[in-house]
């Protein structure tokens, strides 16, 4: 009776340890489940989110140059038809203006028209391109009186309208013109087909069903579905943001899905760029793969379960390492593995334990992989921003990359941090990012500047920082861009900020740009 009931006592103490044996087991995989399923729907988000922003983006990019270039026309051509003399002779430069106008127009499939009003009520364009009722004045016409709003030397933008000749939808940028004495002499106008715009919107896929569209003052600018063009936008929520012309992102309930909603306002034709996407269909391959690794994982525990009722002694004696590994994988440590010396049982369990490991810190990998890739388009677009700087300034071929190169050198040598010394890469590349808005013959220019040719090259340190500021990723990067041109002893620009007032990593540029020039 003794023996026996030693016996009992001893079958009631191996259940118990093997009771406590499992509940330890799914414990430790339930918290490795928890902080793997966690991490992935927050890193999905997180993932979804930039891809969404980085199709909006490249789209925003694409149409400001867009519209960048057709300023840029609209300034040449205010600058070299003799414009300021046409109001003394009209008779005598309608051809010579009608043919400039056709060849310009021939050139740059774009524009649609080109026209040039006078106060005295002429109007100049291609006939062969366009045709106007009999007594058209230009003076009362949208486009006339939107140039006389916005000033002179600026370039103003008219709302949507159809052309009267074929219904498409178009746009016309003006700017006024003063003849040589200064007067306000005219307008002269660039009719602008939204056609290019609709084929671009058209061209963004986000997932299957994603889209994208434009906005203004409320209304829609661009859509792929024509009918909504010029009307206003039906969503409340939609329409304030256009009206605020700010930018935001944020999920919407429609009551029947959840849209990822991003909007980014750009100021240059006081645009706002939408991107839409759906939720559902753009999680569900992640969700398909996390069911996949939870039924793995549950496929694994029961595996367990039925070698641990097996082998109850060994599986007590490794509990240790297996709660050890289990930690370390729960801390992030996914190349912890389990090394037994034990029976088969053991071993087959240790082996698939190892597997799931594996499978996890491959995933893993493969998530980071993607975030490297998605780095690396970041520095791709940066280096192609980079290149489209020098392509307009022959004088300075190379020169960012090796002011990045230096750059880098001394941030490293300077101790900065990883963050630190990526936002000085960026804003080393882009350092003269803003001579973009300064005119190409001035960059070029052989002969000493004058006082005020230099005050505008001073001035692509400002440029530079509105261009980039806007930009999430490369906020920081804008302010070291502001202050690269700031000195020591504070008679720098554009704050004369002297000392430590500098933040390093502009000091670090400003040597480099130094040093390279």
């Not at 021939?106 to 006939?127: A, M, N, R, V, W």
């Not at 106008?189 to 203004?216: H, K, M, P, Q, V």
């Not at 694994?300 to 379960?305: A, D, S």
Request: overall charge negative.
């Amino acid at each position: 009776p003794v023996r026996a009931g030693s016996m009992t006592r001893l079958k009631s103490y191996r259940s118990r340890i093997l009771m406590l044996s499992i509940s330890s087991l799914i414990l430790c995989f339930l918290l490795i489940s928890s902080v793997v399923y966690f991490n992935v729907v927050r890193f999905v988000h997180e993932e979804q989110a930039k891809n969404v922003s980085s199709i909006l983006d490249n789209y925003a990019d694409t149409l400001d140059q867009f519209f960048r270039d057709n300023e840029a026309s609209l300034h040449y051509l205010s600058d070299n038809l003799a414009l300021k003399r046409v109001s003394k002779d009209p008779a005598g430069y309608e051809q010579e203006l009608e043919r400039r106008f056709k060849e310009f127009q021939d050139s740059h499939s774009e524009i649609k028209l080109i026209s040039y009003g006078t106060e005295q009520g002429q109007y100049f364009f291609d006939p062969g391109s366009n045709q106007v009722p009999a007594g058209y004045d230009p003076r009362v016409r949208p486009w006339y009186l939107k140039a006389k709003e916005v000033g002179p030397e600026v370039i103003g933008y008219s709302d949507i309208y159809r052309d009267i000749n074929t219904g498409d939808y178009i746009i016309t940028m003006v700017k006024q013109v003063q003849d040589e004495e200064g007067n306000f002499a005219g307008v002269l106008g660039i009719l602008l087909d939204l056609g290019y715009l609709s084929e671009r919107n058209a061209a963004n896929r986000i997932g299957d069903t994603g889209y994208t569209f434009i906005t203004r003052n409320g209304s829609y600018f661009v859509n792929n579905a024509r009918e909504l063009i010029n009307t206003e936008i039906e969503t409340p929520e939609f329409r304030q943001i256009s009206l605020d012309k700010k930018s935001s992102s944020f999920q919407y309930d429609t009551g029947k899905e959840v849209l990822l909603v991003q909007a980014q306002y750009e100021p240059r034709a006081d645009l706002t760029f939408w991107a839409i996407a759906h939720e559902t269909e753009l999680l569900a391959p992640y969700w398909t793969a996390l069911r996949n690794s939870v039924l793995l994982i549950l496929l694994i525990l029961l595996l367990t379960i039925l070698l641990v009722i097996r082998i109850s002694k060994t599986l007590v004696r490794e509990m240790g390492v297996l709660t050890k590994i289990s930690k370390e994988m729960a801390n992030g440590n996914l190349s912890a593995r389990i090394h037994v010396e034990s029976s088969d049982e053991m071993q087959i369990f240790a082996n698939h334990f190892n597997l799931m490991a594996e499978q996890i810190e491959t995933q893993t990998n493969a998530l980071i992989k993607n975030l490297l890739k998605l780095d690396q388009s970041y520095r791709e677009t940066i280096t192609m921003l980079s290149n489209a700087i020098e392509a307009s300034d022959e004088y300075t071929k190379g020169h960012c990359e090796r002011v990045a190169m230096i750059s880098m050198i001394l941030g490293q040598r300077s101790g900065l941090s990883e963050q630190q010394l990526k936002d000085l890469e960026y804003a080393s590349l882009l350092h003269d990012v803003g001579k973009i808005g300064i005119e190409t013959q001035l960059l070029n220019k052989e002969d000493p500047l004058e006082p005020e040719d230099f005050e505008a090259i001073k001035k692509h340190s400002q440029i530079g920082y509105f261009i980039l500021h806007d930009v999430e990723y490369l906020r920081d990067a804008a302010n070291i861009v502001l202050h690269h041109h700031e000195w020591m002893n504070g008679k720098g620009y554009p704050s004369g900020l002297s000392g430590e007032e500098i933040r390093l990593e502009a000091r670090i540029v400003a040597i480099a740009d130094a040093f390279d020039a």
